[in-house]
């Protein structure tokens, strides 16, 4: 499911406005890995598609 940066930016706000600091670092740590797929997954998504193809 593909979400927009305005949902992204609801769902933090909305998960993080309660939480206790160690709370709110693990949120923040679970949406950096997220980010950081989503950025590999663009990055190398066509490449890994073309050599996927080739076999």
Do not use: P
Request: glycine share 4%; net charge negative; hydrophobic share 35%.
């Amino acid at each position: 499911m593909k979400k927009t940066v305005g949902q992204i930016k609801n769902y933090i706000q909305l998960h993080t406005s309660d939480t206790e600091t160690s709370e709110y670092i693990s949120i923040m740590r679970e949406i950096a890995e997220w980010a950081t797929f989503e950025a590999d997954r663009l990055e190398y998504g066509e490449k890994l598609e073309s050599i996927f193809n080739e076999e």
